[in-house]
């Protein structure tokens, strides 16, 4: 009998020094149980692949908002769609990065969103590369092949296979199979697809043949371990909402904050 | 100093762009200010899994969201009747799909209608390219919405770019606090201006060459 | 207010002579009504992109069972990964095709089912191409581009961007959303995203907001018109239990007839 | 002649090859008559778009099908708890994921474990590949299951295919109704042999060396 649930520890206890992990890094569909597991896992060298990277403030991390940019200490590269250090709240973190930037002993490869999924995509169906119509003649042509095609100019673009995806999906059955709400759902499938090894988090566990064979998006053969949040863990359903509120507060204060800025400069 | 207009007047005149039966997908920034003046039937998507997606929750009504509800601008919104959410693959084929009209911010605007839109972090020189590649190439209609001029005052509607493209030749309609520019084979088409302002001023505040369209209109909203 | 609805000859107008058109060709998710109105509207020239090409009997075509290979008279090429013509049942389509292959005015271009869906998955990305590793040392890498990826070799495959994608869906809504149901789901989702004109055949329309928007499958953006199958058609949801039973019992009787063949033989 | 299997027991000892846990996609032919032997655990997918779905349904239950609901065979089957439905791009994701182990019928085998399995039509020269070579190179664990001989007796283990290839060195095991095979990198090793057959009877039925394993034995179902 199929029974892929686990507790987080035992679940990244196989991610190794050096690999390639794979998840979204904040907001809804984020895996904020998993980062952590893999913060107290303490596998180095990592090579972190996310839609973005924009740490948190310190004043909402003391507030119990999940950050995986803490994983920062274990990682040798990042590579991301879209970075953000804001300025005006420059944090211990921010600090690091750009020191180990400078430093050279962090790397960066930054790529449109659209690649990263199509780079994922590439890698699910095992292909060797594709030529993407997006990048031509910008930061992102640098370093890889052009090539024109039926009178287009297209880009070569490397698969990124995973060695772990870490995801997060609102129910799961004992045999992986996954479905998600709203937004949440995010690049989660994907990852599934492409990533060698697979974690997933959730915040219920169902028994087989109560999810809807017509609504499961992730079947559970991409699934490797299932993870179930505790109700009582902060990122879990009942106590999330409290660091939620906390953040969007934060972001008025600060919106609100540049917008008088702003006014004065005008 | 000559009156400009204001972000929400900018992205009002944007938001008359758009018709019943439109998909849209805004931008950070002015485009997002255009989702209160939309014309009822226009869907809106979002690049991180939602299309036809309502209103942003105020602050007051905070209780109301569903956190797993939020939009690339990292804001909560109401669902709506005939919304669909998806994954970010779906996403990215759904904006290359040339189905959607974009409304995004810029940073400069050339005469061949290259468009820089993303910014890159001064503190460490990493392009915050997100999206932005994708949906200026992709879009059916590429509308670009901001301000006529930096805040050190000069023009970003200029002949060549000097800050990193984010798409080539794909400009359509550039609508800014001063006037509403048309991207044409021939050149920059200058069709409107803000109310106050003469063809004259906005050349020069322009960089770029401008023609004067036959039909030069002042602004509506 | 989007309107999507549309009837089947209305929906069918904008097809052109000499389009590329792709749907699935058998079985659920077999867009039936639509095919037929294919038939009536008379576009010529076209190049058909099916999953499988098997021409059914004349048995039971007679008795009702959509057959889509009538269509063959307004084809100049198919694009298929499997194409069956029984040699115990060689129908006047069979030899039509056979006779139209050997005369050259038929093209046939066979590929994997792999293929067809990572080349309709490019065309949905709009990329230029992918390097697939499907087929390589095989009848389909004639004519293609091999490249050495990493020590592995690759078939330079090009996207499938069809004119004309005929999908079926169990119910939409006027917007165009789209959920389905079983196997029926086949390759419609994929087909939606990467053809031009995109007509989807229901068994049901429903008000926007009564499809769950977790459970939509097809946004409606990638859908141009809907089609409601009449309930009384010979391919709506009341009568097509009849030509499926007559199907199966055709089939059974075949299989038996074989196996009695086969037994013969041994 | 000598007896070989039946179909069903060739199927029934290819079946053992599974445990529970696996994920298994069965090709047309003996492969699918694995389905009635294969233990409670193990989930099989249709590359259609379903996997851990259940028996057919027998000719006295047809009123029970749903129409919506077929595997790759065209065959009828019954929903089972925790199966999922899916598109065809997810099923090659799958496929080619190498997390499925494939049961597949063939025509020749290569003592390097190259395999035939599609046919060409015999009479429009169309190759019939359909998802062959998907499976075969995707499968963790690809398992050719057929006649050792083909109908004229000529052997169908063979030391270079005469046949179209459908995917280079992919065979892990061959069971045929007279023996199981092994793939090995120093050749194919003859790993157990139907009831009433002697190695040497098999060599004789052919082409590609035999290496007789030390641990041979009868095949048992």
């Known amino acids: 009998m199929i029974n892929k649930v686990s507790t987080a520890a035992e679940a990244v206890a196989k991610i190794r020094d050096g690999d390639l992990v794979i998840a979204n890094f904040w907001g809804p569909g984020s895996p904020a149980h998993l980062w952590r597991a893999l913060l107290d896992h303490g596998a180095k060298d990592l090579t972190l692949c996310i839609n973005n990277y924009v740490p948190k403030a310190d004043v909402l991390r003391e507030k119990g908002t999940p950050d995986p940019?803490?994983?920062?200490?274990?990682?040798?590269?990042?590579?991301?769609?879209?970075?953000?250090?804001?300025?005006?709240?420059?944090?211990?973190?921010?600090?690091?990065?750009?020191?180990?930037?400078?430093?050279?002993?962090?790397?960066?490869?930054?790529?449109?969103?659209?690649?990263?999924?199509?780079?994922?995509?590439?890698?699910?169906?095992?292909?060797?590369?594709?030529?993407?119509?997006?990048?031509?003649?910008?930061?992102?042509?640098?370093?890889?092949?052009?090539?024109?095609?039926?009178?287009?100019?297209?880009?070569?673009?490397?698969?990124?296979?995973?060695?772990?995806?870490?995801?997060?999906?609102?129910?799961?059955?004992?045999?992986?199979?996954?479905?998600?709400h709203g937004t949440a759902r995010a690049s989660n499938p994907i990852i599934a697809m492409a990533s060698r090894y697979v974690i997933a988090e959730v915040f219920e566990i169902v028994d087989p043949g109560e999810l809807d064979p017509d609504h499961i998006v992730t079947p559970g053969i991409f699934v490797d371990r299932v993870v179930r949040i505790p109700d009582d863990d902060p990122v879990g359903r009942e106590r999330r909402r409290e660091w939620i509120m906390a953040s969007i507060k934060f972001r008025e204060e600060q919106n609100a904050k540049a917008e008088a800025a702003r006014r004065g400069d005008a | 100093m000559k009156d400009r207009l204001t972000d929400e007047l900018t992205a009002m005149r944007a938001a008359k762009e758009l018709a019943p039966g439109d998909y849209c997908n805004l931008g950070i920034g002015v485009p997002l200010l255009c989702v209160s003046y939309i014309p009822e039937g226009v869907m809106i998507q979002s690049e991180n899994g939602v299309i036809g997606y309502g209103p942003v929750y105020e602050n007051d009504e905070l209780d109301l969201i569903d956190p797993d509800m939020i939009d690339a601008g990292m804001r909560y919104f109401r669902p709506l009747p005939g919304m669909a959410f998806f994954d970010q693959l779906t996403s990215f084929c759904m904006i290359r799909s040339g189905r959607l009209i974009s409304i995004l911010g810029g940073l400069q605007v050339s005469e061949k209608g290259d468009v820089a839109i993303h910014a890159t972090s001064e503190e460490n020189k990493t392009p915050r390219i997100g999206g932005s590649m994708d949906l200026a190439w992709g879009a059916r209609r590429l509308i670009i919405a901001m301000t006529h001029n930096a805040k050190d005052g000069s023009p970003k509607v200029v002949r060549n770019l000097t800050m990193p493209v984010t798409a080539a030749a794909c400009v359509d309609l550039i609508v800014t606090d001063i006037a509403v520019i048309k991207v044409t084979d021939s050149g920059l088409l200058l069709q409107e201006f803000a109310p106050g302002w003469t063809p004259e001023e906005i050349i020069n505040q322009t960089e770029a060459s401008l023609i004067i369209a036959s039909d030069l209109k002042e602004m509506e909203f």
């Open chain 1, 69 to 180: 940019s803490l994983i920062l200490a274990q990682t040798k590269k990042i590579m991301a769609a879209f970075t953000s250090i804001r300025a005006e709240e420059v944090s211990p973190i921010a600090e690091v990065i750009n020191k180990r930037l400078q430093e050279g002993s962090l790397e960066f490869e930054s790529m449109s969103h659209g690649n990263l999924v199509e780079r994922l995509y590439a890698a699910a169906l095992r292909l060797g590369g594709i030529y993407s119509p997006i990048g031509v003649g910008t930061v992102i042509e640098e370093g890889k092949e052009k090539r024109v095609i039926n009178g287009v100019e297209y880009l070569f673009q490397e698969p990124i296979r995973p060695d772990v995806g870490l995801i997060s999906a609102a129910k799961a059955d004992r045999l992986g199979n996954l479905v998600y």
